[in-house]
């Protein structure tokens, strides 16, 4: 048999070749303050608003950019915490906002004030319309890349995971993050974080509800 490759059936190139594969890592403290300083700098305001939204919310790229100003804010006030309802599980799931993140996202009202959109980040297309999740996802390759790191190797999920993922490190708490995330199976929140089975479950047990 012939090493050569068949010149009729050439062979093919895997889809995920030089593709990093797997779940997305979550950022590191020091990646987020690098990021913001990064958006700081720039005056990034939109960015940065949802930027820091992202860390603590923990929503969904398709929910995130589907959050309404009534959903976080009250007579122009941004509030401590809020509630969004997910698309995926048709269930609420509420987070709080940092006093970095009411801060930034009260930044960006005042700058989008001229025309008040129903959408916290609207479209630049669509004016009724609101941010669509491949921005968001191409804004997270860009934020990645301003600090030196692979955007390949991160994506949307990345700060989705993020918050939970410190959380899990410093409390051990498996059911506050299952809450945190909306999840309904702890397992999901077992495999979303990539923790091992058996210590999940030894949480889980030590855990009350």
Not at 79 to 98: C, S, W
Not at 177 to 200: C, F, M, N, P
Request: aromatic share 6%; glycine share 6%.
């Amino acid at each position: 048999m012939s090493d050569h490759p068949n010149p009729i059936f050439p062979r093919k190139i895997p889809w995920n070749k030089a593709r990093f594969t797997g779940p997305k890592p979550p950022l590191k403290p020091k990646q987020i303050w690098a990021i913001r300083v990064r958006l700081q700098m720039a005056k990034r305001t939109r960015d940065l608003a949802l930027f820091d939204l992202a860390i603590d919310s923990k929503l969904r790229g398709c929910d995130l950019v589907r959050v309404k100003i009534i959903d976080i804010a009250l007579n122009g006030a941004v509030q401590n915490r809020a509630t969004v309802v997910q698309r995926k599980t048709g269930r609420p799931v509420q987070f709080e906002l940092t006093e970095q993140t009411r801060s930034s996202v009260h930044a960006w009202l005042q700058v989008s004030s001229n025309r008040p959109p129903q959408h916290l980040f609207p479209s630049r297309v669509n004016h009724s319309g609101h941010l669509g999740t491949r921005q968001y996802s191409r804004l997270v390759d860009h934020w990645t890349s301003l600090i030196g790191l692979d955007p390949c190797a991160y994506g949307t999920h990345s700060l989705r995971r993020t918050k939970p993922s410190l959380i899990y490190k410093r409390t051990g708490n498996l059911r506050a993050v299952q809450i945190l995330l909306g999840h309904t199976k702890l397992e999901s929140t077992v495999r979303y974080l990539g923790i091992e089975v058996d210590d999940a479950v030894t949480i889980s047990e030590q855990t009350e509800i």
